[in-house]
Antibody
Framework: QPQLQESGPGLVKPSETLSLTCTVS??????????WGWIRQPPGKGLEWIGS???????NYNPSLKSRVTIFVETSKNQFSLKLSSVTAADTAVYYC????????????????WGQGTLVAVSS | DIVMTQSPDFLAVSLGERATINCRSS????????????LAWYQQKPGQPPKLLIY???IREFGVPDRFSGSGSGTDFTLTISSLQAEDVAVYYC?????????FGQGTKVEIK
């Protein structure tokens, strides 16, 4: 299993853009067998799928966040990143990057590897 | 969105006893092209990311103890822990990957009675 590690600011001001990067080690992000994605979990609450990307750049986003989300891959760095614009307190959560299995349905299947997660708080 | 509803929200089971968690989807997640159900189960312990237990509704991930099993089809699924161990105390989530957005159940917290 690869290792995934999130990095980025732990505090973002309201209306600004949240930016996180996931570094993949022990495996290639160019895998033809996997998608890469972001999932978040507000403190004490359940899991929300944000979106996923194939190394070629094909993306799938949660419609509830689609207008604010961008996920992109930097294959040369073996990284993929998340940008979430116009954040509010409701975006405060632990953000996980993850590896998803490749299935026939675009967007990826089950999640077989997770980063440890990073808490991002939205506050002025 | 496909809504995933788990029951119960909380479950207390004696050590060595069976624990059963149910998950219902608001529409079928049966994928006819491969005759499989697009349903996964995860275990999350405090302060840790979720861990994959089961995919395609009943296939155990490599390394997962065989006391964990998944069953069901269409819209109704079950995760069974045949003999609860102390290390199984956690929150368990089901997830569908049939449609976008992928969605999770609200979680079931399992504790020792």
């Amino acid at each position: 299993q690869p290792q995934l590690q999130e990095s980025g600011p732990g505090l973002v001001k309201p209306s600004e853009t949240l930016s996180l990067t996931c570094t993949v080690s022990g495996g290639s992000i160019r895998s033809i067998s996997h998608y890469w994605g972001w999932i978040r979990q507000p403190p004490g609450k359940g899991l929300e799928w944000i979106g996923s990307i194939f190394y070629s750049g094909n993306t799938n986003y949660n419609p509830s966040l689609k207008s604010r989300v961008t996920i992109f891959v930097e294959t040369s760095k073996n990284q993929f990143s998340l940008k979430l614009s116009s954040v509010t307190a409701a975006d405060t959560a632990v953000y996980y990057c993850a590896r998803l299995s490749l299935i026939a349905v675009p967007g990826g299947g089950w999640i077989d590897s997770w980063g440890q997660g990073t808490l991002v708080a939205v506050s002025s | 969105d496909i809504v995933m509803t788990q029951s119960p929200d909380f479950l207390a089971v004696s050590l060595g006893e069976r624990a059963t968690i149910n998950c219902r989807s608001s529409q079928s997640v049966f994928y006819s092209s491969n005759n499989k159900n697009s349903l996964a189960w995860y275990q999350q312990k405090p302060g840790q990311p979720p861990k994959l237990l089961i995919y395609w509704a009943s296939i155990r991930e490599f390394g997962v103890p065989d006391r964990f099993s998944g069953s069901g089809s269409g819209t109704d699924f079950t995760l069974t822990i045949s003999s609860l161990q102390a290390e199984d105390v956690a929150v368990y989530y089901c997830q569908q990957y049939y449609d976008t957005p992928r969605t999770f159940g609200q979680g079931t917290k399992v504790e020792i009675k």
